[in-house]
């Protein structure tokens, strides 16, 4: 697979990378460990070396199966995790909190769960609105100096907020939600990203599962999916945003691929320092995600697709309201 630096960061990674949560959390019963762990061999097997998790996935189960995975071969990968969490007494609760030393305490859990002496990319999770950006990438920068990390990211950050990190500690990488059906960072981030130099890392590059085709009129959820909680994979959503999907399925049959792979290849065609990070639990999607890295979209290609977006309105919003308030800050 070809490669891309994240900005100009020089961390080099896959031109796609693989999002791990979904093997442990949020889309329904944990994948278990022994197909989890070929599944991320069989990823790297076939040119992904830019691997996703994060201490709230499961919590920590996700860490602790991409450590396993990947111990063999963790001198050619690039691991990927965040910190921004506690969970209270059950560990179902997502308290925010980015506290210097609970940064320090989630890195050193980590570390031991990855089965590995340094993090190449640590993001912060969420911004917490009672400590400061600074300190934190400044917690970051030393925890660099030591050793113990390699690169600095953040995730759903605001404008002001990538500024303010990044002149304490260059950011490497901002990883948010950008695919066909939610374009809301072409207004203020991605332009940010180009001035500063930093790499963009879409999550739900394939709108959860929506942009495939997979999910239609009538699809439901449980309750231990995500999905069921989000506006946007309400029944009158998914009826109103088919025609996002039609068009797709247009574009992908004339072109004898995949809307799935029409839609990966249209992210990684709209600037060199995005890396995508679709996510799987099936080989066979894995290998479909993959052959988009060598899907060239033309000029021609990528024009049809931008007029055919602006006669569509997506409906419905990504986030329930009490998660959209974690965002942007």
């Known amino acids: 697979m070809q490669k891309r630096k994240l900005g100009q960061s020089g961390l080099e990674v896959s031109a796609l990378g693989l999002g791990c949560m979904g093997l442990s959390h949020g889309y329904g019963p944990a994948t278990d460990t022994k197909s989890a762990v070929e599944l991320l061999r069989a990823a790297f097997e076939r040119g992904v070396t830019f691997f996703d998790t994060a201490e709230v996935y499961g919590p920590y189960v996700n860490e602790d199966v991409v450590g396993e995975a990947l111990k063999p071969i963790r001198d050619q990968v690039v ?27 989630a890195v050193e859990g980590s570390l031991k769960r990855l089965k590995t002496d340094v993090i190449d990319l640590l993001y912060q999770h969420r911004v917490d609105p009672d400590v400061p950006i600074e300190d934190v990438a400044g917690t970051v920068k030393q925890l660099i100096t030591e050793g113990k990390v390699k690169h600095f990211g953040l995730s759903e950050a605001g404008a002001q907020t990538i500024r303010r990190a990044h002149a304490v500690q260059p950011v490497t990488a901002l990883q948010s939600e950008y695919s066909l059906w939610w374009r809301e960072p072409e207004q203020e981030i991605l332009p940010l990203l180009k001035e500063l130099g930093i790499g963009f890392v879409p999550f739900s590059p394939l709108g959860k599962g929506f942009l495939t085709g997979s ?111 974690r965002v942007g800050r």
């Open 215 to 325: 999910i239609a009129t009538g699809t439901t959820f449980g309750d231990d999916d995500f999905r069921s909680k989000v506006p946007r994979f309400a029944a009158a959503a998914i009826e109103a945003n088919q025609q996002l999907v039609t068009l797709l399925g247009k574009i992908a049959s004339d072109k004898g691929v995949t809307s799935a792979q029409i839609a990966l290849a249209w992210l990684l065609a709209q600037h060199t320092s995005i890396v995508p990070i679709p996510g799987t639990t099936k080989l066979h999607r894995l290998e479909e995600n993959i052959g988009a890295a060598n899907l060239g979209l033309s000029d021609e290609d990528l024009g049809k697709i931008q007029a055919a977006l602006d006669a569509i309105n997506v409906v419905g919003d990504r986030y329930p309201a009490s998660l959209q308030s």
């Open 79 to 105: 691991i990927a995790t965040k910190f921004g969490f506690t969970f209270g007494d059950d560990n179902k609760q997502q308290i925010l909190n980015s506290r210097p030393e609970h940064i320090r305490e």
